[in-house]
């Protein structure tokens, strides 16, 4: 069964720095892309950016690029996204999905979501 | 700001049929495949729909997909109360070489 299982809810001050995970199980973590996608409150899906393990290749939405950083540690088949300056419009849900890249670009898997809080 | 529109709403009552549009450009929709998510209060979004008009297994096929020019829709029939959730389209902007999803449309069962 395919399971990502994301690190648990977090609660920080703006300027402070955090990295939440994604732990893919199931299937070959280095055969898929991962992409996060950011949920603010009440509000609609956003495409951040997404990483193919097996070889590191990340891409970014210009929205995100030099926002925040993707990464993944293959021998632990986890990916990761990470802030060095958290600001209070980062407060938001979180979702790592399992994906495809390019024009059949959908992502068939989904984490229960992280809900990262910033607040002073 | 979403470069895919959907409508905020639709709704109907329980049995009948929903369809929901997502209208886009030929640098998205118009170029490349198209797929819909589903997302229930406090969930997380699940695939229904991929490449247009595939559904996973284990989706009902009272769930359609289709595509025509720079716009695709999402057809729901036999609607059942369990299909009250946020319902999103999805595809590649080539412009942007980003993933792109639309506004969202919220299906009410009444």
């Known amino acids: 069964e395919v399971q990502l299982v994301q690190s648990g809810a977090e609660v920080k001050k703006p300027g402070e720095s955090l990295k939440i995970s994604c732990k893919g199980s199931g299937y070959s973590f280095t055969s898929y892309w991962i992409g996060w996608v950011r949920q603010m409150p009440g509000k609609g899906l956003e495409w951040m950016g997404i990483i193919y393990p097996g070889d590191s290749d990340t891409r970014y939405s210009p929205s995100f690029q030099g926002q925040v950083t993707i990464s993944a540690d293959k021998s632990i088949s986890t990916a990761y996204l990470q802030w060095s300056s958290l600001k209070a419009s980062d407060t938001a849900m979180y979702y790592c999905?399992?994906?495809?890249?390019?024009?059949?670009?959908?992502?068939?898997?989904w984490g229960q979501g992280t809900l990262v809080t910033v607040s002073s | 700001q979403s470069v895919l529109t959907q409508p905020p709403s639709v709704s109907a009552a329980p049995g009948q049929k929903v369809t929901i549009s997502c209208s886009g450009s030929?640098?998205?929709?118009?170029?490349?495949?198209v797929s819909w998510y589903q997302q229930l209060p406090g969930t997380a979004p699940k695939l229904l729909i991929y490449?247009?008009?595939k559904r996973p297994s284990g989706i009902p096929d009272r769930f359609s997909g289709s595509k025509s020019g720079t716009s695709a829709t999402l057809g729901i029939t036999g609607l059942q109360t369990g299909d009250e959730a946020d319902y999103y389209c999805g595809t590649w902007d080539s412009s942007l070489s980003a993933k792109v999803f639309g506004t969202g449309t919220k299906v009410t069962v009444l």
């Open positions: 490449d247009n008009n």
């Open positions: 999905a399992r994906g495809f890249l390019g024009s059949s670009s959908y992502f068939d898997y």
């Open positions: 030929s640098s998205n929709i118009g170029n490349n495949y």
